[in-house]
Nanobody, 116 residues
Framework: QVQLVESGGGLVQPGGSLRLSCAAS????????MNWYRQAPGKERELLATMSSAGGLTSYTDSVKGRFTISRDNAKNTVYLQMNSLKPEDTAVYYCRAVKGRVEYWGQGTQVTVSS
């Protein structure tokens, strides 16, 4: 049974940091590229960061470049998103996604709220 389980969300003040985790099971994690997305209320789901299967390639959308860092530990079947200098506009539900060709899996999401 394929599972992606996000954790680490919560309430944080502007300027603060959070680290999200996404634990994978039920498939060969190390063969899949991993993404982090987010979706704010009333907005479309937005791709934030991508990491290749072996971890050698990363990319970020402009709005998080320099503040967010994606990483993965293939031994632990886990992908992370380190989020620094958080802003109120970062408030959203954050999702991880595994992709290999036309096969994709999604997690259930974790809420991040940035507010004073």
């Amino acid at each position: 049974q394929v599972q992606l389980v996000e954790s680490g969300g919560g309430l944080v003040q502007p300027g603060g940091s959070l680290r999200l985790s996404c634990a994978a099971s039920g498939f060969t994690f190390s063969s899949y590229a991993m993404n982090w997305y987010r979706q704010a209320p009333g907005k479309e789901r937005e791709l934030l960061a991508t990491m290749s299967s072996a971890g050698g390639l990363t990319s970020y959308t402009d709005s998080v470049k320099g503040r967010f860092t994606i990483s993965r530990d293939n031994a632990k079947n886990t992908v992370y998103l380190q989020m620094n200098s958080l802003k109120p506009e970062d408030t959203a539900v954050y999702y991880c996604r595994a992709v290999k060709g036309r096969v994709e899996y999604w997690g259930q999401g974790t809420q991040v709220t940035v507010s004073s």
